[in-house]
């Protein structure tokens, strides 16, 4: 009888074991909504050519020359990249660590790392070293839910006029445009799978499936340099176009990134609609009205606003 054969020990090659493997981020996901966003996304969002080349001639025209420009939410620097054409030094702030990590390097792949800091840190509590002539901010979402892009350019708003005694002139984008519409949204999937979910599509897409009842009517036009909204409030009679079943409320969200009045022009980038399911869909007519109510936070979760929605028949008695 052979003796047990002892444990193996297996050698780690010397070369595996001198890499060096980053810790984890702490991220606490609830917390963070959409704020968690790792580096593997933002192949997508640098492939986003309607994002891109509206904010990209928005920060050619509206960065003066010579200014000091403030990116809050760098990701991987693209937007402080197009700044450092124009701005005398650009101020890069990037929470998350490998995400900043490749910021710089991505900075430096592009020969801007003269001009560009990318700083590792929370936007809600940063000061750059000199006042903003510009700020710079994209954490927008499809409705501004779940992104915070409001609560973060509104503190910064604060903190940079606490600290420096000054407003800041020019937020790029300048402008969200909040709409919703009435449709009938199908939710039959591959093997006749239903599933009334939130679901996101291309805006303006002529294939899309959605049937539009109604027109759309916007809620709440958001300028970022002003005074923004905590919350939108929404409870209106909408009239009905077209005979059918509304089982979804469409969201539509068009950024104004920049506005040039000079020009009578402006750079703007729809983001995907999202439909969201109604609790109970509802027959209509056309001429119809409908009451559609909703209220939620800028920054809520995308459930809170999923509970929150409503579309009743109005029928008025006298
Ligand atoms: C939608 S991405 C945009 C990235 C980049 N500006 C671009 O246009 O490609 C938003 C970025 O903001 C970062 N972010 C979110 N909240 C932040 C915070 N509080 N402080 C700093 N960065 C934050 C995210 O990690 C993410 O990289």
């Not at 929470?95 to 800091?117: Q, Y």
């Not at 994209?138 to 350019?153: E, T, W």
């Not at 980038?269 to 109604?278: A, E, K, N, T, V």
Request: hydrophobic share 40%.
């Amino acid at each position: 009888m052979s003796a047990a054969a002892p444990a193996q020990v297996i050698a780690i090659p010397s070369k595996r074991r001198n890499v060096e493997i980053a810790p984890p981020d702490r991220i606490d996901d609830d917390a963070y909504l959409g704020q968690y966003i790792p580096l593997h996304y933002h192949g997508q969002m640098l492939a986003d050519e309607a994002r891109l080349s509206a904010f990209q001639e928005a920060i050619e025209k509206l960065v003066p020359e010579g200014s000091h420009v403030v990116e809050l939410g760098g990701g991987t620097g693209v937007l402080s990249y197009f700044a450092s054409k124009k701005a005398r030094k650009v101020t890069c702030i990037e929470r998350i660590p490998h995400v900043a990590a490749a910021a710089r390097r991505l900075i430096e792949l592009n020969g801007a790392s003269h001009k560009v800091r990318v700083f590792e840190g929370d936007a809600r509590t940063f000061v750059p070293d000199e006042p903003a002539d510009v700020v710079i901010c994209d954490m927008l979402h499809a409705a501004l839910v779940r992104d915070k892009q409001i609560a973060v350019i509104e503190d910064f708003k604060a903190r940079h006029e606490a600290h420096f005694g000054r407003a800041i002139p020019i937020v790029i984008p300048e402008a969200t445009i909040l709409a919703v519409q009435p449709v009938f949204q199908p939710y039959e999937f591959s093997g006749g799978f239903t599933a009334p979910v939130p679901l996101f599509y291309q805006a303006g897409n002529p294939h899309t499936p959605t049937v539009e009842l109604g027109a759309p009517e916007v809620y709440a036009i958001v300028e970022y340099a002003r005074e923004t909204p905590v919350d939108f409030v929404f409870d209106r009679l909408m009239t009905i176009d077209t005979a059918g079943t509304i089982n979804a409320l469409r969201f539509v969200t068009k950024n104004v990134v920049g506005i040039y009045p000079k020009e009578a022009r402006t750079s703007d980038w729809h983001m995907s609609y999202l439909s969201i399911p109604l609790p109970e869909p509802i027959t209509v007519q056309a001429g119809e009205r409908i009451r559609v109510r909703f209220q939620y936070e800028a920054g809520a979760s995308m459930q809170s606003l999923g509970n929150a929605i409503s579309a009743t028949p109005w029928r008025r008695t006298r």
